[in-house]
């Protein structure tokens, strides 16, 4: 990271002008040159660096600080979850689980019912674990029933976006309680009421009308069953049941996690302690996995080698995916290292504006400047802080700023956004295509979400 004695002597205007032109350089190398994205952001990150003043001596620790944090959370996920999506799929249980929904809710719900699981499965998992662990069945459905993958991954996709935004124990919304002093249990509520009809409009029907539009193939990132497999396929409570599992470990963490901020329970003791660590996502998905690897594979006949090369076949195809998204934090890293959100709070800091309008702008700004959804949220959220306190709010009005500026931290998701990189790759997309489909979309829930906390705050 840059020294500290190194102060950014660049003005925010400047400073916009310069993350303006990278982005514009970064997406003229990708969609024009076709230069690889993993290669285009390691020049423009480089490049961005120099030209913001980045000492030269430091623009390296820079560059592989902010890779390394992106892959610190990314790869272990990733990674994990592609080898339990490899088991779910080559042992016939993800086409189990398509087969069950569509009898179920029939061909035409099979979207619904998709999006429908992700939700209950992304109130306690974070989107990249969660999206990578229902990916195996949305190519399920999607190989069965025909047409773009579109159709069935967005309303997906965007259910785990909603829950992660909207709904703690998620990190962000309970930071923003935490920042706002707002009534953790209201801001559950009230981002329940705002995240379902905005995942049923801006992912459920959007998907439906861009899986018209776009016809995009099933990837084979995640590998298909063979017919030997499927003859023996595991039972569907069981797939269940190893998809639940990681569900019921993760919330050991963040549920307590939740309750620890509340006062509820001692965040010190250490049974709480060891349950919070066991829940760890990347803690619960080797957990998962394992279990998987048992139930899935030797259980049902499969002999070591065998299970070894279907977990080891799981990582080579997503290692692009971990490399690009890392470079992708790598640029919005280095956004963050030249000081461009520190200079826009200080611009942003007194708008004038009513205060749930403001944490709206403000956390949208940032997020649009330094591609970080968690540091525009947590830095929207002090900055408004002093006037919230200041403003004798009510618990549902201090909800629904709370909700507000989480919606703010999700727009126009780009490409200093690591998770645009990830749905991008997941989903086979290019640049173009996932700029109209993927941005539009968190743009469309972030924007619906803030009109439904607006609401609720003007009758409140």
């Known amino acids: 990271m840059p020294p500290e004695d190194w102060t950014q002597t660049l003005t925010a205007g400047p400073l916009l002008a310069i993350a303006a032109g990278a982005i514009a350089v970064l997406l003229f190398l990708i969609i024009k040159l076709k230069l690889h ?3 285009a952001l390691i020049l423009v990150s480089l490049l961005t660096a120099l030209v913001a003043g980045i000492p030269t001596g430091s623009i390296v620790d820079v560059l592989t600080a902010s890779f390394g944090s992106t892959l610190g959370t990314v790869a272990l996920l990733v990674a994990l979850g592609a080898m339990l999506g490899r088991l779910v799929e080559t042992s016939g249980g993800a086409k189990v689980m398509a087969d069950y929904l569509i009898d179920k809710f029939g061909e035409k719900r ?3 019912a998709l999006g429908l699981a992700s939700l209950i499965f992304g109130f306690p998992i974070f989107f990249d674990a969660g999206l990578v662990v229902m990916l195996p069945i949305v190519f399920s459905v999607g190989r069965r029933l025909g047409g773009s993958l579109l159709l069935y991954g967005l309303p997906v996709a965007g259910a785990f976006s909603v829950m992660h935004i909207y709904v703690p124990p998620h990190p962000g919304p309970v930071a923003a309680t935490e920042f706002l002093g707002a009534n953790i249990g209201i801001v559950i509520l009230l ?9 049923y409009v801006t992912s459920y029907l959007f998907g439906r009308v861009m899986g018209r539009r776009i016809d995009l193939p099933i990837p084979s990132i995640l590998g298909e069953a ?5 003859q023996n396929p595991p039972k569907f409570g069981t797939v ?7 569900l019921v470990l993760i919330f050991a963490n963040t549920g307590l996690d939740a309750l620890g901020a509340a006062g509820v329970v001692d965040r010190d003791n250490p049974a709480v302690q060891a349950l919070r660590a066991v829940g760890a996502t990347p803690i619960a998905l080797l957990i998962t996995v394992l279990v998987a690897a048992w139930v899935l594979g030797r259980r049902r006949g499969t002999s070591g080698t065998a299970l070894e090369k279907t977990l080891d076949s799981a990582l080579g195809p997503v290692a692009s995916v971990i490399l690009i998204t890392g470079a992708g934090g790598m640029f919005g890293g280095v956004l963050r290292a030249t000081g461009i959100g520190d200079a826009l709070a200080d611009v942003l800091g007194d708008v004038g504006l009513p205060v749930i309008v403001a944490g709206f702008l403000i956390a949208a700004i940032l997020r649009v400047a330094q591609g970080s959804a968690t540091v525009a949220l947590t830095t929207a959220a002090g900055l408004i802080a002093p006037a ?3 403003g004798s709010f009510n618990p549902v009005e201090l909800a629904a700023i709370v909700v507000a500026v989480a919606a703010g931290s999700v727009v126009l998701s780009h490409v200093n956004d690591s998770g645009f990189w990830l749905v991008g790759r997941f989903f086979d997309m290019d640049v173009k295509t996932t700029l109209r489909t993927w941005t539009v979309m968190e743009t469309a829930i972030g924007v619906m979400g803030f009109a439904i906390a607006a609401l609720v705050f003007a009758i409140a």
Request: net charge negative; proline share 10%.
């Open 37 to 39: 994205a993993f290669l």
């Open 110 to 112: 099979a979207p619904f």
């Open 191 to 199: 981002g329940l009421v705002v995240a379902i009809p905005t995942w």
């Open 226 to 230: 063979d017919e030997e497999q499927l």
């Open 240 to 246: 269940v049941l190893i998809l639940l599992l990681p």
């Open 388 to 390: 919230v306190e200041a």
